[in-house]
T-cell receptor
Framework: RKEVEQDPGPFNVPEGATVAFNCTYS??????FFWYRQDCRKEPKLLMS???SGNEDGRFTAQLNRASQYISLLIRDSKLSDSATYLC????????????FGKGTHLIIQP | DAGVIQSPRHEVTEMGQEVTLRCKPI?????LFWYRQTMMRGLELLIY????????DSGMPEDRFSAKMPNASFSTLKIQPSEPRDSAVYFC?????????????FGQGTRLTVV
C-alpha cells in the first residue's frame, strides 16, 4: 500500500449536495492527520486536523478509522467555493517532522 | 506577519543552467520544508530543516539538488545543472514544532520551467 492514497476524482457534485471522500494510509503508527485544501495554481492550506475522535467544523466533518486505516472528509450543503483539490496528509513517520501528502481529490461543485 | 515568502514566483531557464530558489519562513517557526509538486507525482517532500539543521534529505532526487539554511530566516534550494524534468512548482513551508506534527504554512511557490 502506498503511504497515502486518494481517489483523484474529479468528483462532480451539484451545489447543495453532500459529498464525501476517503484517504487510506499505510503507517499504522500515525497519530495525527490533516486535510489540506489547494485551489488551482495556489499553495496548499490547512482545512482541518483529524484526531482520534474525529471533528467537525461547520459544514465539514473529518473522521478517522484506525482499524481500516482511513480518514474521511464529509462536506455538507456544498458551495461553489468548495471547488478545489483536497489533500490528505499524514506524518512521514520514523520520528520525522515531515508531512506526506496524498495526490489529492479534485472536487468540482456545479451550479 | 507576511507568511512564508518565496522568490522568484516564476523562473524560466535553459537546460544546464543553475537555478536558485529562495525562501523566508514565518518568523519564530523552527521547521522548514521544501516540497516539489508535479501533476504526475503530486507533492513530494524534498528536504526539511529543524532549527536550521537538515534532518531528512532522502527526498532530494539526486546530487544536482542541494539545500541550505544559513540562518533561521532564510533558505535556498539550488539545482545545478537544471534539466527539463525538474520543471515543477517548488513550495517552501514552515511550522513551529512543539512536539508531534503541526500545521505547515506554505509559500506561494516558485513555478520553474526548464527548457
Amino acid at each position: 500500500r502506498k503511504e497515502v492514497e486518494q481517489d483523484p476524482g474529479p468528483f462532480n457534485v451539484p451545489e447543495g449536495a453532500t459529498v464525501a471522500f476517503n484517504c487510506t494510509y499505510s503507517n499504522s503508527a500515525s497519530q495525527s492527520f490533516f486535510w489540506y485544501r489547494q485551489d488551482c495554481r495556489k499553495e496548499p492550506k490547512l482545512l482541518m486536523s483529524v484526531y482520534s475522535s474525529g471533528n467537525e467544523d461547520g459544514r465539514f466533518t473529518a473522521q478517522l478509522n484506525r482499524a481500516s486505516q482511513y480518514i474521511s472528509l464529509l462536506i455538507r450543503d456544498s458551495k461553489l467555493s468548495d471547488s478545489a483539490t483536497y489533500l490528505c496528509v499524514v506524518p512521514s513517520g520514523g520520528g520525522a517532522d515531515g508531512l506526506t501528502f496524498g495526490k489529492g481529490t479534485h472536487l468540482i461543485i456545479q451550479p | 506577519d507576511a507568511g512564508v515568502i518565496q522568490s522568484p514566483r516564476h523562473e524560466v531557464t535553459e537546460m544546464g543552467q543553475e537555478v536558485t530558489l529562495r525562501c523566508k519562513p514565518i518568523s519564530g517557526h523552527n521547521s522548514l520544508f521544501w516540497y516539489r509538486q508535479t501533476m504526475m507525482r503530486g507533492l513530494e517532500l524534498l528536504i526539511y530543516f529543524n532549527n536550521n539543521v537538515p534532518i531528512d534529505d532522502s527526498g532530494m532526487p539526486e546530487d544536482r539538488f542541494s539545500a541550505k539554511m544559513p540562518n533561521a530566516s532564510f533558505s535556498t534550494l539550488k539545482i545545478q545543472p537544471s534539466e527539463p524534468r525538474d520543471s515543477a512548482v517548488y513550495f517552501c513551508a514552515s511550522s513551529h514544532r512543539s512536539g508531534g506534527s503541526t500545521e505547515a504554512f506554505f509559500g506561494q511557490g516558485t513555478r520553474l520551467t526548464v527548457v
